[in-house]
C-alpha cells in the first residue's frame, strides 16, 4: 500500500499550488524538497539595517568563485546569496557553440521566493499562435480553458493591476495597482499619443494592496513599499509557496513537506505501467530510499523535472521515462531580453515619490498584433520604470563635507529604464541531454543544455531596440541609451529565467509528452506542472499560467482519484 496519495516533487511556484489544491480535497500529500526547510526569522534579511550587511551588500571575490553564474542575477547580492545554489557544488554543461545560464535555487518554495512578481495572463492569440504560424505543436486547449482558473487563482494569490480590456493582454482579478509615478504618466501620454496601437499600463505584480480575509487569515498582509521583496518578506505581502499555498495546504492537516531529499527517478510498477513512487537521495547523507504514492506530479522545475524523467529511462523506456514521443528534453525554450533602454526625462523636479513601489509600467505587445513586424513572428512586450535618481548619483562627483553632503541629499532628474522581453519560438533542436558519464556529487548525471537563438529571435531584439530608441525619443527623453540595433545580441538562454518547454502538452502523443490535462500520454498517474509543459510561452512571464494549470490539473486528478481511474 503507498504512504501517500499524492507526490509532489518540488515546493515552488506551481507544485505548492498543487500541494494546496490535493490536501484541501482531503488527500495525503507528500511534497519532496531537495533544499532545506526555509524560516523567515532566520533566512529572510529584510529587516536588516543597510548599514548592518556584510560586506556594504557586495559581491566578493568568494562570491564570484562560488556562484559565478548565480551571481550574475539581479537578485543576487550578500543578503540574498542564502537563496541560490553555489554553482561549484552543482555542475551542468553546455553544448559546444552555445551558452545556457542556469539560474535557480534549492529551498521550500523554490524561486517562488525570489521571483519578480510580474504577473500576466497568455491570450487567446497565444494559445492559437502555434497552429497559427507553424511552429511547436497546437495547444490542446485554449484561452476559454484556462480563464476561469486564472480568476481562481488571482484571487488566492492577490495580484494588482489595472482592467485595460487588451486582447493582447486578457484582465484579470485585481487589487488596486501601484501608481505610475508622474514621468510614467508623461511618458504614457506621448507613446499613446505618438503610437496609438501600444498602451503603458501599471505592472501586474503578485504584491498585496488589498488584502483579502482569506489572505489575511493565511497570516498575508498589504505590501509596504519597501522593495525588499528579493531578501524574503517577513510580512507574505507578496505570493510565495511560503507565504501562501504551503500555508493552506498545511493548515488541512494532510501536507507531510520532506525537504533535503533530491528525486533521482521515477519509480514504475511493471504489472500495471503506473508511477508507484520516487527514489530519493538525502542531500546531507547521500542514503537512498523510496516514497511511494498513487499519484507523481513532476514540479521541481523545468530543467530538473526533465532530468528525472530521463534518468528514469529503462529496458521498456530506454530515452527516458513517458518518452514514446521522442519530445522529451526537446523545444527547450526561455525568454529573451537585451533591448534595454534608458533616458532622462526633463521635468518635474518639484515632485517625488513616496515609499519604494516594487513594480513599474507594462507595454503589452505590439508587433504582431496592432503594428506589422518584418523578419520575425511573434512579439515582445515591455516592462520599465522612471524615478528620481538618488544618493547614489552623488558617488561620480567631486567635493567633501557640505559640498558631498549636500549633492548626496539632493534628488537626481527622473530617468526612465526599459527592457523588452521576447518570446522565443519551440525548436527540437533546443534541447536537454544527460552527460554519457559525468555525475554531480549525489551521483545524479549532470545535464547538458543546449539551446541557441535562432534568427527569428535575432530580428525580434534588434526591432525591440530601435522601437525603445523611437519611444524614448518620443517621449522627450535626453541622453537616451540603448544599444546598436543592428549589432544587438539576445541575452544568453537561461537570464529570462523563464525554462519551459520540455515535456509539452498537446493534442497527439505522437508528438507531445503530455494531453491537455498536463497527464503523461504513457503514464496516466503521472502529471507535470512546472514549465515544462508549455508549448509555447508567449512574451509574458509565465508563472501566473504555471499556477493556473497547476491548479486545474490538480483538480482533475483529484477527479480521477476519487472515481477510481488512476
Known amino acids: 500500500m503507498a504512504e501517500f496519495d499524492v507526490i509532489v516533487v518540488g515546493s515552488g511556484m506551481s507544485g505548492g499550488w498543487v500541494a494546496k489544491e490535493m490536501c484541501e480535497q482531503g488527500f495525503k500529500v507528500a511534497v519532496i524538497e531537495r533544499g532545506r526547510s526555509i524560516s523567515p526569522t532566520e533566512d529572510y534579511s529584510d529587516f536588516i539595517n543597510p548599514w548592518d550587511v556584510e560586506h556594504l551588500n557586495r559581491k566578493t571575490a568568494q562570491d564570484l568563485e562560488d556562484y559565478r553564474i548565480q551571481s550574475e542575477v539581479y537578485a543576487f547580492q550578500s543578503y540574498t546569496r542564502q ?11 553546455t553544448a559546444e557553440g552555445t551558452d545556457f545560464r542556469w539560474l535557480r535555487g534549492y529551498h521550500e518554495g523554490g524561486k517562488s521566493i525570489m521571483w519578480a512578481r510580474q504577473s500576466y495572463r497568455l491570450s487567446e492569440i497565444d494559445f492559437r499562435a502555434n497552429k497559427t504560424d507553424g511552429h511547436g505543436v497546437d495547444w490542446p486547449v485554449r484561452y ?16 494588482s493591476g489595472s482592467v485595460e480590456g487588451l486582447e493582447i493582454l486578457p484582465d484579470g482579478i485585481y487589487q488596486p495597482p501601484h501608481d505610475l509615478t508622474c514621468a510614467e504618466l508623461d511618458f504614457r501620454d ?21 488584502p483579502t480575509q482569506e489572505q489575511m487569515d493565511l497570516g498575508r498582509g498589504k505590501c509596504q513599499a519597501r522593495n525588499h521583496c528579493f531578501q524574503g518578506c517577513s510580512f507574505g505581502a507578496y505570493f510565495s509557496s511560503n507565504s501562501a499555498t504551503l500555508p493552506a495546504a498545511r493548515r488541512t492537516g494532510n501536507l507531510t513537506f520532506i525537504s533535503d531529499r533530491a ?44 532530468m528525472i524523467m530521463l534518468n528514469s529511462a529503462s529496458e521498456q523506456a530506454p530515452n527516458g521515462l513517458g518518452n514514446s514521443s521522442g519530445q522529451l528534453g526537446r523545444n527547450l525554450m526561455d525568454h529573451h531580453s537585451g533591448a534595454r533602454g534608458s533616458a532622462i526625462l526633463p521635468g518635474h523636479l518639484d515632485k517625488h515619490t513616496f515609499g519604494r513601489r516594487p513594480n513599474g509600467f507594462y507595454i503589452p505587445r505590439f508587433r504582431n498584433h496592432t503594428e506589422e513586424a518584418e523578419g520575425f513572428v511573434r512579439g515582445y512586450g515591455y516592462q520599465g520604470g522612471a524615478m528620481r535618481t538618488s544618493w547614489w548619483s552623488a558617488m561620480d ?9 549636500f549633492d548626496a541629499r539632493t534628488p537626481g532628474p527622473w530617468r526612465i529604464s526599459v527592457v523588452a522581453f521576447g518570446e522565443v519560438l ?11 558519464n559525468k555525475t554531480d556529487k549525489w551521483g545524479f548525471p549532470i545535464p547538458i543544455l543546449d539551446a541557441a537563438w535562432g534568427e527569428n529571435e535575432r530580428n525580434m531584439v534588434r526591432q525591440a531596440t530601435r522601437d525603445t530608441r523611437a519611444m524614448l525619443e518620443a517621449a522627450g527623453g535626453i541622453d537616451i541609451q540603448t544599444e546598436d540595433p543592428e549589432t544587438v545580441e539576445p541575452a544568453p538562454p537561461g537570464i529570462g529565467i523563464h525554462e519551459m518547454g520540455t515535456a509539452r502538452m498537446g493534442r497527439d502523443p505522437s508528438t507531445s509528452f503530455l494531453n491537455k490535462w498536463n497527464q503523461s500520454w504513457d503514464i496516466p498517474n503521472l502529471f507535470i506542472t512546472d514549465g515544462s509543459f508549455m508549448s509555447s510561452g508567449g512574451c509574458q512571464n509565465p ?24
Do not use: C
Open 397 to 405: 562627483k567631486k567635493g567633501i563635507g557640505d559640498e558631498l553632503k
Open 144 to 159: 476559454d480553458d484556462l480563464s476561469p482558473w486564472y480568476d481562481y487563482v488571482e484571487r488566492f494569490a492577490g495580484i
Open 426 to 436: 519551440p525548436n527540437e533542436r533546443n534541447q536537454i541531454r544527460l552527460h554519457p
Open 543 to 566: 508563472s501566473l499560467t504555471y499556477m493556473a494549470f497547476s491548479a486545474r490539473a490538480a483538480n482533475h486528478a483529484a477527479e480521477l482519484m476519487k472515481d477510481g481511474t488512476i
Open 190 to 210: 506621448r507613446i499613446e499619443a505618438e503610437f496609438p496601437g501600444r498602451r503603458v499600463i501599471p505592472g501586474r505584480a503578485a504584491n498585496l494592496t488589498e
Open 263 to 306: 528525486v533521482h527517478k521515477v519509480i514504475i510498477e511493471e504489472a500495471t505501467g503506473k508511477a508507484a513512487g520516487v527514489e530519493t537521495v538525502d542531500t546531507k547523507t547521500g542514503e537512498r530510499s523510496r516514497v511511494t504514492a498513487r499519484v507523481v506530479f513532476l514540479n521541481a522545475g523545468t530543467i530538473p523535472s526533465t
Open 83 to 93: 537563496f541560490w545554489v553555489k554553482d561549484t557544488e552543482h555542475p551542468y554543461e
